[in-house]
């Protein structure tokens, strides 16, 4: 019962997490585009912070998993989340990333055939096929309309077009998605050898890769200029009669770093009490909604093409889960437990 709680909470919480933070995100992306670098750091910095405190106690716990194991696994963590975070500088919209990020499962089937010699079935390929044709589409779609949207102050013209910067950011995008499918196979080999420790991976992973924000400093302190150099609101100070002016931006990035904390956590726990079906649904499902609302509520642009694309994207991974076959299953074996629990009746015959 307790199991089934702390599921239905971190399925709850990845709703709430990650769904805001993609509110926040393009809520940054919409004042300064090339700001990737700032919230990857900040989210890192967070992250590692309150995991040195609460999971580490300040390096008093021994880790159950050697530190050279994580150090692979970290490489590759810290360079999707800077090529995935560094795409919005190169005219990269949010629904695009959100599309583009959703074909996980077409990359980690290629990783398996490469890596691991895997076989597919006829179902499996037919959904990366799908996955695959959604993507082309919608990044096609979006190549009419390619736009600079560089911060004012960091625009320095080049003798290369908008487009040519746009496919910098798609190459970035599908670099990211090769590498989160390598690391979520070299990250299963880990949990095999030592056991699933979520907070502890979550920690490492986010502690280990801030020295390499260094080579990118400059870039951070542009970018950190830029938001506190933003528009301000007045933040009311309870019990005092005057309020604080606090800059725009630097809310927007506290509320991402907070919510993001929220979101990959809650991912992290999701992933040791569900089996991979239903963290793959929760993740997918999750999408699909911040989708929706980034096209409803930014009004970005979307076409009927577009729809399709998605369309193709989000049933293609449906069907590569093999969500109908599994939730019949699922019923079946409920069905079963329930009937070898009901008290037997006696028959007598009479006599």
Known sequence: MASNLK??????????????????????????????????????????????????????????????????????????????????????????????????????????????????????????????????????????????????????????????????????????????????????????????????????THMLPLPGFLIMASNIAQHWKIAVASETVAVPMPGISWSLAFPLMLFYLLCNVVTQYICISSVYVLTTECASLTVTLVVTLRKFVSLLFSIVYFRNPFTLSHWLGTVLVFFGTILFADVLNQLLETYRLRLEKRFEAAPKTIEYSRI
């Open 7 to 204: 599921a239905l909470l971190a399925m709850l919480l990845v709703f709430v997490g990650c769904c805001s933070n993609v509110y926040f995100l393009e809520l940054i992306i919409k004042i300064d585009p090339g700001a990737g670098n700032l919230i990857t750091f900040l989210q890192f910095l967070f992250i590692a912070l309150e995991g040195l405190i609460f999971t580490s106690k300040f390096f008093t716990v021994r880790p159950k998993i050697a530190l050279k194991d994580y150090v692979k696994l970290v490489v590759l963590f810290f360079g999707a989340n800077v090529c995935n975070n560094y795409a919005f500088n190169f005219n990269i919209p949010m629904p695009l990333h959100m599309i583009f990020r959703s074909g996980s499962l077409m990359a980690n089937m290629i990783m398996g055939i490469i890596l691991l010699k895997k076989r597919y079935n006829l179902r499996q390929y037919s959904s990366v096929a799908m996955i695959t044709a959604g993507i082309v589409l919608c990044t096609l779609v979006s190549s009419g309309d390619v736009k600079d949207n560089t911060h004012h102050s960091l625009k320095v013209e080049t003798s290369f077009s908008d487009v040519f910067w746009w496919s910098v950011g798609i190459a970035l995008l599908s670099v990211a998605l090769l590498v989160t499918a390598y690391m979520g196979i070299y990250q299963e080999v880990i949990f095999k050898r030592h056991g699933k420790h979520p907070r502890e991976a979550l920690f490492f």
